[in-house]
């Protein structure tokens, strides 16, 4: 069964970094493209940028470029979505799911998702 | 959101609702959707992909469409189970980046 398990809830204070985790399993890691959504309380889905795991190629957002850092380490499977100084604003669920499909073509879309890691700014 | 879905359908149990996605050349217009249901307090899940394939396990009451710059999901046969928010997704080429729509929320009357 393809799985992607994610880091747990945090609760962080403004200017703080963090770096959450998704694992994936069931699947071979190399294979497909890995990607992170945002979602604020209340809000839509916002597609933040997707990475290759074979050399790291990352693709972001407009809307999120310079603002978070996607990763991998491909020896254990797991992605990564970091920030170096939270804001308050960056208070959301954070999903990361696989993408199938390649970056750009006619047909590509998100499946599974992980579970989602909520993280809460909060001086 | 790049893609514009209608906040709300609604309809009684067994009824059918259709939820549309409009978009434009940069995405609807040259990329497959998807849809995505999310029921209350949990991840995103894929419906609907290529425009009208479904996953397996995903019953044939749902269905999903494309013309032009526009997409469509298709409900029959409403349960309460299906009361949750539905995303549709394509990628957008003048942004290089994936777009969601805004999002519906269907209720079950």
């Known amino acids: 069964e393809v799985q992607l398990v994610q880091s747990g809830t945090e609760v962080k204070k403004p200017g703080d970094s963090l770096k959450i985790s998704c694992k994936a399993s069931g699947y071979t890691f190399t294979d497909y493209w890995i990607g992170w959504v945002r979602q604020m309380p209340g809000k839509d889905l916002e597609w933040m940028g997707v990475?290759?795991?074979?050399?790291?190629?990352?693709k972001y957002s407009p809307s999120f470029q310079g603002q978070v850092t996607i990763s991998v380490d491909k020896s254990i499977s797991t992605a990564y979505l970091q920030w170096r100084s939270l804001k308050a604003s960056d208070t959301a669920v954070y999903y990361c799911?696989?993408?199938?499909?390649?970056?750009?073509?006619?047909?590509?879309?998100?499946?599974?998702w992980g579970q989602g890691t909520l993280v809460t700014v909060s001086s | 959101s790049v893609l514009t879905q209608p906040p709300s359908v609604s309809a009684a149990p067994g009824q059918a609702v259709t939820i549309s996605c409009s978009g434009n050349?940069?995405?609807?217009?040259?990329?497959?959707v998807s849809w995505h249901r999310q029921l209350p307090g949990t991840a995103p899940k894929l419906l609907i992909y290529?425009?009208?394939k479904r996953p397996s396990g995903v019953p044939d009451r749902f269905s999903g469409s494309r013309s032009g710059t526009s997409a469509i999901l298709g409900i029959t046969g409403l349960q309460t189970g299906d009361e949750a928010d539905y995303f549709c997704?394509?990628?957008?080429?003048?942004?290089?980046?994936?777009?969601f729509g805004t999002g519906t929320k269907v209720t079950v009357l």
């Open positions: 050349t940069s995405n609807i217009g040259n990329h497959h």
């Open positions: 290529d425009n009208n």
């Open positions: 990475i290759w795991p074979i050399d790291s190629d990352t």
């Open positions: 997704a394509a990628w957008d080429s003048s942004l290089s980046a994936g777009v």
């Open positions: 799911a696989r993408h199938v499909g390649g970056v750009g073509a006619a047909s590509n879309w998100f499946d599974p």
